[in-house]
């Protein structure tokens, strides 16, 4: 006989065999008695079958249903144990920079990355992120940046920036503190919404980083008072006397 076909036949005993586990087992709770050779009331006179026993004792019938039932929990359990856990996207700042630094105007760039572990691409749904600049130990309000919609590419780095163009007030008040302290620094905040398909993540990142004045010196351009070229350390100077008075 084919193998396919012997394969078939065993599978009918088996079916067969829990069918009349099922029955034995009801007759048993309404307080009737599990017979002796139940199993041979199924007709299983082919020859090409596998020899099976003939008859069982009220004992066999409970291992039997036992072994039955230890065989299907064991391969619903494998089933579950196999899944592999989503991990989550990695969601980091690269880098913060400065650019358009006056005493009127700020710029700030944030570059983020995102790592995708997954064999599949992503959706950055949207991102959003505050600025602040430490004044006096304490943190003040800078500005906000927020970018939405960008494919995350699969088992790799996804990078970019966004640029935060600082208002006037806020940009004065921050080039002050460079100015007066020789130093700033600049923190963001904020999280990235991310679709992989299967699960959704907000993520939050955070970063913060120090500036020197010293960075800044080819920056701040040459200013033309009534014709007289005023270089880049009398800019600094004046701007030491003249931001001393704006607010903090």
């Given amino acids: 006989m084919p193998r396919h076909r012997r394969r078939l036949r065993v599978e009918e005993r088996i079916r067969v065999l829990l069918i009349l586990l099922v029955f034995q087992t009801r007759r048993r709770r309404k307080g009737g008695i599990i017979q002796k050779g139940f ?10 079958l ?16 036992g072994i039955f039932l230890l065989f299907f929990l064991s391969i619903l359990f494998a089933g579950c144990s196999t899944e592999t856990p989503v991990k ?7 880098d913060v ?9 700020l710029t700030v760039n944030t570059t983020v990355n995102i790592f995708n572990p997954h064999p599949d691409g992503a959706d950055l ?3 959003a992120f505050d600025l602040y600049y430490v004044s006096s130990g304490s943190d003040q309000y800078l500005g906000h940046g927020e970018l939405a919609h960008i494919r995350v590419k699969e088992s790799g780095n996804t990078s970019f920036t966004i640029p935060v163009k600082i208002g006037t007030m806020q940009a004065a008040q921050a080039v002050g503190t460079l100015v007066k302290d ?8 904020g999280t990235a919404a991310i679709d992989l ?4 993540y907000e993520l939050p990142f955070a970063q913060e980083r120090v500036f020197y004045l010293e960075e800044f010196t080819n920056l701040l351009p040459e200013i033309s008072v009534a014709g007289i070229s005023v270089n880049t350390s009398e800019v600094i100077s004046q701007g030491r006397e003249i931001l001393g008075t704006l607010p903090e």
């Fill in 39 to 48: 199993f041979c009331r199924a007709d299983f006179s082919d020859r090409n």
């Fill in 97 to 105: 920079t400065l650019s358009d630094v006056s005493l009127r105007t």
């Fill in 50 to 65: 596998l020899p099976f026993p003939a008859e069982f004792s009220g004992m066999s019938t409970y291992l039997i249903s």
């Fill in 197 to 200: 398909k299967v699960m959704s």
């Fill in 182 to 189: 020789g130093a700033l620094t600049v923190k963001v905040n």
């Fill in 125 to 127: 749904i949207r991102t």
């Fill in 88 to 94: 989550p996207p990695v969601v980091t700042v690269t």
